[in-house]
């Protein structure tokens, strides 16, 4: 079973400030993580996401996420936001079984980014 | 190159009625998953189709079912209707086998009242 847990539910920032979204996740086998953002009354869109090798991963929108094994966490940063990037965002993972699998993901509660002027 | 499409938008039922959401996945996906999203929570994985079968499911009553066409479309159908079935409906594809990269719809927000 998996589990994730963003440890954030609102995140108020100003403009063109650094954010960190956090996210955590239990796992009992190798999963893949992912980062989506929510616009009002809109699906889901892929900012990025983990599956192998540098730990660091670059996104779209200037978004970052660094993944650390040991402590099983895969925040979510960006070092000066806009007004724009006011959204929902969602921690996910899913496991490295393979085939059919990889359509099960694990979401988070989101972590509702505001950001002011 | 069209995303994935869901109809309808938006819908309101009755108590105990019955739905159909429709879903056509991203051209050259063969796989479609749908999820629940309630409100102020993160999407709920249902079950996903793959070559017509369900796969996979996950923790919801047999009244949530579905179905997919030969040509990879998908609906799900939702039978005897609860207040808590209201909720945006997400449909998500991907292509078997490839590394994971789901792309959603912008759902169906499904009222019952």
């Known amino acids: 079973a998996q589990s994730v847990t963003q440890l954030d539910s609102q995140v108020p920032v100003f403009e063109e400030a650094p954010v960190e979204l956090r996210c955590n996740y239990s796992?009992?086998?190798?999963?893949?993580l992912f980062w989506y953002v929510q616009y009002p009354n809109q699906g889901l869109q892929l900012l990025l996401k983990?599956?192998?090798?540098?730990?660091l991963v670059k996104g779209i929108n200037g978004f970052e996420a660094e993944f650390n094994k040991s402590q099983t966490s895969f925040h979510l940063r960006k070092p000066s936001v806009h007004i724009s990037d006011t959204a929902e965002y969602f921690c996910?993972?899913?496991?490295?079984?393979?085939?059919?699998?990889?359509?099960?993901?694990?979401f988070g509660q989101g972590t509702i980014l505001t950001v002011h002027p | 190159d069209a995303g994935v499409t869901q109809s309808p938008t938006h819908l309101i039922k009755t108590r105990g009625q019955q739905v159909t959401l429709r879903c056509s996945p991203k051209s050259g996906h063969d796989t479609v998953s749908w999820y629940q999203q309630a409100l102020g929570q993160g999407p709920q994985f249902i079950f996903q189709?793959?070559?017509?079968?369900?796969?996979q499911r996950g923790n919801f009553p047999d009244r949530f079912s579905g179905h997919q066409f030969p040509n990879y479309s998908s609906e799900l159908n939702v039978n005897a209707l609860l207040l808590g079935d209201s909720a945006l409906y997400l449909c998500?594809?991907?292509?078997?086998?490839?590394?994971?990269?789901?792309?959603f719809g912008n759902g169906t927000r499904l009222t019952v009242t």
């Open positions: 796992s009992s086998v190798s999963v893949y």
């Open positions: 998500a594809s991907s292509q078997v086998g490839q590394p994971p990269s789901l792309h």
């Open positions: 189709y793959y070559e017509e079968e369900e796969r």
């Open positions: 996910a993972v899913s496991d490295r079984t393979g085939g059919t699998s990889y359509g099960k993901l694990t």
């Open positions: 983990y599956l192998s090798g540098s730990t």
